[in-house]
C-alpha cells in the first residue's frame, strides 16, 4: 500500500505538479482493476504524440516493463520495480546513463510512471521473513494501470487521425497527377487558355502541402487542390465542345507523326530515353531569350535540389541564376556551352534547364552535351520548358507518396 503522502524525489531533483497528480491519480486505482501491460505499453506507442512521449522514452518504458515478472498489471499487486540504471541501460539497448535519466524524467512528467525514491535514492525492496516484498523503491507503473483506457482512447485516436491522413494524401496525390498532366496537356497542345497563369497557380497550392501535416492542416489544400482539377478538368471538357479542338486536329496529328518515338513516358526515367539518356523535348517553339518562361515556385518545386548549392537561399531570379552559374561548374559544364544557352533561351530559362539537369544528374553521363543538345532543338524551335518542369514535378509527386 502507497503512503498517503507526496512522495518527492531524492536529491536536486525537483518536485512538481505533474509528479504530485500522477501520484493523486495512482491512489484512486481500483483493487480489482487489471490490465496487459504489453497492451498498454503498444497503446502508448500508437499514442505517443498525444502523451507528448518520444520513442527513446518509449524505449525506456520498455525496458522497465520487463522488469515486472507478471504479464498482468493489478491495482491490488505491487508494480514497484527497482533496477539499476545499468541494469535498465542494457535492457534498453546499451542506451547512455545520461540519456537514460533524460527519459526517465520525461517518462514522470508524463505521467507514466511515479518515482518512489529511497531516503539514500538507491532502488531496491525490502522482503519480509516470509520472503515477500515489505518496502520497495523505484519506479511505480500504477499510472500504467489508472490511465489505461484513457490510453487505449488516446491510441484509437491516433489510429483514425492517421486514417484520414492517408485519405488526405491519396486524394491530394491523384489530383496533383491530374492537374500537373492537364496542365501538361494544354501547354503541348497549344490550347486556348491561361496555362501559365494555372501552372502558377497549381505550384502555390503545392508549395502549402506541409510534409508531416494532420488531416487538419491537410484538408484545406486537399479541397483547393480538387477545386482547381476539377476547373481545369470543366475548361478542356469546353475546349473538346468548341471550334479550339477541331483546329488543332491537323496539328495534334502531326506532333504525333513527328514526335520522338523515344520520348519520356511515365514509365522511363525522367529526364532520360532509353538510349540516349537525353531531357524530352517537346516539338514546340521555345520562349524567348527574355527568359522567366515559367514562375520561380514552380521550378524551385519542380527541382528543389538547387537551393542546396544557394549561399543564402534563393529568393528571387537573381539568387536563382548567380545559384545556376555556380551549379554549372559542379555539373562540369564548359562555360561556352552555357554561354550559348543563355543567348539562346535568356539566363532564367538557361539557369532552369541546368536545375533540371542537376535534379536527374545520376541518369546523365554528359551533361554539357545534353545542354548543347537542348540548345540545338531550341533554335529549331522544338523545344519547351514547360513539359519538362510538369514531369519532374509529377516525379516529385511520387517520391513523397514512397516517402
Known amino acids: 500500500m502507497q503512503s498517503s503522502i507526496v512522495t518527492t524525489p531524492f536529491g536536486r531533483r525537483p518536485l512538481s505538479l505533474a509528479m ?23 497503446d502508448i506507442c500508437e499514442a505517443k504524440m498525444a502523451l507528448a512521449v518520444g520513442d527513446r522514452a518509449i524505449a525506456v518504458l520498455n525496458a ?4 515486472h515478472p507478471e504479464t498482468a498489471l493489478s491495482g491490488e499487486g505491487d508494480l514497484i520495480v527497482f533496477p539499476s540504471n545499468t541494469q535498465l541501460a542494457l535492457r534498453a539497448h546499451g542506451m547512455a546513463p545520461a540519456t537514460l535519466r533524460r527519459h526517465l524524467a520525461a517518462l514522470v512528467e508524463g505521467g507514466l510512471i511515479i518515482r518512489r525514491d529511497s531516503p539514500n535514492g538507491k532502488r531496491f525492496a525490502r522482503k519480509g521473513e516470509g520472503g515477500a516484498i515489505e518496502t520497495a523503491f523505484g519506479f511505480d507503473l500504477t499510472p500504467l494501470v489508472v490511465r489505461a483506457e484513457e490510453i487505449a482512447r488516446l491510441a484509437e485516436a491516433a489510429r483514425e487521425e492517421r486514417r484520414k491522413v492517408l485519405v488526405l494524401r491519396q486524394r491530394i496525390t491523384l489530383a496533383r497527377r491530374d492537374i500537373a498532366k492537364m496542365i501538361a496537356l494544354g501547354m503541348d497542345e497549344g490550347l486556348a487558355g491561361d496555362w501559365q497563369g494555372l501552372a502558377v497557380t497549381y505550384a502555390g497550392l503545392a508549395a ?29 471538357e469546353s475546349l473538346l465542345n468548341s471550334d479550339n479542338i477541331s483546329a488543332n486536329e491537323s496539328r495534334t496529328e502531326r506532333h504525333i507523326q513527328n514526335s520522338n518515338p523515344d520520348s519520356l513516358t511515365e514509365s522511363e526515367p525522367l529526364l532520360s530515353k532509353s538510349k540516349e539518356n537525353a531531357l524530352p523535348a517537346q516539338h514546340s517553339a521555345t520562349n524567348s531569350p527574355t527568359g522567366r518562361s515559367f514562375p520561380l ?15 543564402g537561399g534563393i529568393g528571387n531570379w537573381r539568387d536563382f541564376v548567380a545559384t545556376a552559374g555556380l551549379v554549372r561548374s559542379v555539373l562540369g559544364i564548359s562555360p561556352s556551352a552555357y554561354d550559348e544557352a543563355v543567348a539562346i533561351l535568356g539566363p532564367e530559362d538557361a539557369g532552369v534547364i541546368v536545375a533540371a539537369i542537376l535534379q536527374r544528374g545520376e541518369a546523365i553521363r554528359s551533361p554539357g552535351g545534353y545542354l548543347r543538345n537542348l540548345v540545338d532543338k531550341a533554335k529549331a524551335g522544338q523545344f519547351s520548358l514547360g513539359p519538362v518542369l510538369m514531369a519532374l514535378i509529377r516525379a516529385r509527386g511520387r517520391e513523397k507518396l514512397r516517402a
Open 64 to 67: 522497465l516493463l520487463s522488469f
Open 208 to 236: 502549402r502541402i506541409p510534409r508531416q501535416g494532420g488531416a487538419g492542416e491537410l484538408a484545406p489544400v486537399t479541397a483547393d487542390l480538387e477545386a482547381l482539377a476539377e476547373e481545369i478538368g470543366n475548361r478542356l
Open 297 to 311: 515556385p514552380m521550378v524551385l518545386e519542380a527541382c528543389p535540389d538547387i537551393s542546396d548549392y544557394a549561399r
Open 20 to 42: 504530485v497528480t500522477s501520484q493523486a491519480r495512482a491512489k484512486t486505482v481500483a483493487p480489482d482493476a487489471t490490465v496487459h501491460k504489453w497492451q498498454v505499453f503498444r
